[in-house]
Nanobody, 115 residues
């Protein structure tokens, strides 16, 4: 079927930047959308950014203007460029995608923003 693998998380100071990557493999020709969620301790998992097409994207309000989702179709990879990071961005970030009408999740990558 489909596997999603995230990378790029780590520790960064407030105001810093990180770029997350999500590589998809398997039966990926049936892609409908791919994007990113995050979950902080004690909070519900929330949508961060979603890409429905090369020109159709959605962002959570608090990350608009700071985060950018993009993709490389040739490499079957989705990226999340995160700038001007704040402690409130600290969470486990999960890659999410829908292929052939079924949902798939990556294992998650930790992002910690702290001074």
């Amino acid at each position: 079927q489909v596997q999603l693998v995230e990378s790029g998380g780590g520790l960064v100071q407030p105001g810093g930047s990180l770029r997350l990557s999500c590589a998809a493999s398997g039966s990926i020709s049936g892609i409908n959308y791919m994007g990113w969620y995050r979950q902080a301790p004690g909070k519900r998992r929330e949508l961060v950014a979603m890409m429905f097409s090369a020109t159709s994207t959605r962002y959570e309000d608090s990350v608009k203007g700071r985060f950018t989702i993009s993709r490389d179709n040739a490499k079957s990879t989705v990226y999340l460029q995160m700038n001007s990071l704040t402690p409130e961005d600290t969470a486990v970030y999960y890659c999410n995608g829908n292929f052939w009408g079924r949902e798939y999740w990556g294992q998650g990558t930790q992002v910690t923003v702290s001074s």
